[in-house]
């Protein structure tokens, strides 16, 4: 007996419907996409421009600006009513991603060992499988894999499963291990790190920060600041460095 048909390679795809627009990437492509957003000027729609270097589908309300080029997509999103919206699914493969818009994104890497750039306004990023690099959005969330993620001034990290190195960036930042031995530093800023399960290295930096060390024999330096450190569980070594510190070792 012959072989088979091959199966056809995906695209991506995008659609837009009401006040939202929805990528999806095709199996087995490694994306390098750019979102931006368009004010028209009209009062009652805007447009996100999709730009990758693999071709696009474009789907319900949304058109090639030029014909020739498969690999840039637009999207007509109503501006009146819900806050607008888009979603991006970066599939299996090894992505980059950069959100350049104002309004509420929703980024989901799939698969893969991604890089993934957001906006502090309203952006939410999960990196999912792989070993990710986040930065930029306000909600980050790693996933399984060996995860980088940079926090955005004020903003919420959770590294999950794996070594993560979490890195505060000059706000009072929250910063949340998960499993694995990861590497935190708070940066500037009252910061809240959190090691949560097994051996982690914590850094404070400075401002007025609390660190747990949670499960596992952590090590935990406060730095300058006036800092609360908790050992928690497991035989770990505790360093308050300058100010006023209150130190715990359970």
Not at 201 to 230: A, C, K, V
Not at 235 to 247: K, W
């Amino acid at each position: 007996l012959g072989a088979g048909p091959a199966s056809a390679a995906t695209t991506a795809t995008v659609f837009g419907v009401g006040n939202s627009a929805h990528f999806t990437a095709g199996d087995g492509q490694a994306n390098d996409l750019v979102v931006t957003e368009v004010v028209t000027g009209n009062g009652y729609e805007k447009l996100y421009v999709f730009n990758d270097v693999v071709p696009i589908t474009a789907g319900q309300n949304c058109h090639r600006p030029d014909e020739t080029d498969p690999t840039v997509v637009a999207c007509h999103i109503d501006d009146v009513g819900d806050i607008p919206h888009v979603t991006l699914g970066l599939g299996d493969g090894d992505d980059d991603a950069v959100v350049r818009t104002t309004d509420i994104a929703v980024v989901y890497g799939g698969e893969g060992d991604d890089t993934v750039h957001g906006n502090t306004t309203g952006h939410a990023v999960y990196g999912e499988g792989g070993d990710d690099s986040l930065s930029g959005a306000y909600d980050q969330q790693g996933g399984p894999g060996n995860d980088t993620i940079l926090a955005s001034p004020g903003g919420w990290v959770f590294g999950g499963e794996g070594h993560d190195t979490l890195i505060g960036h000059g706000g009072d930042e929250k910063l949340y291990a998960g499993a694995g031995n990861d590497v935190m530093y708070g940066q500037d800023g009252d910061d809240l790190a959190s090691g949560e399960d097994g051996e982690d290295e914590i850094h404070g930096g400075t401002g007025n920060d609390e660190i747990l060390g949670g499960d596992g024999d952590d090590l935990i330096f406060g730095n300058s600041g006036d800092d609360r450190l908790y050992g928690n569980a497991g035989v770990d070594e505790i360093s308050g460095g300058a100010g006023t510190n209150l130190i715990r070792q359970d």
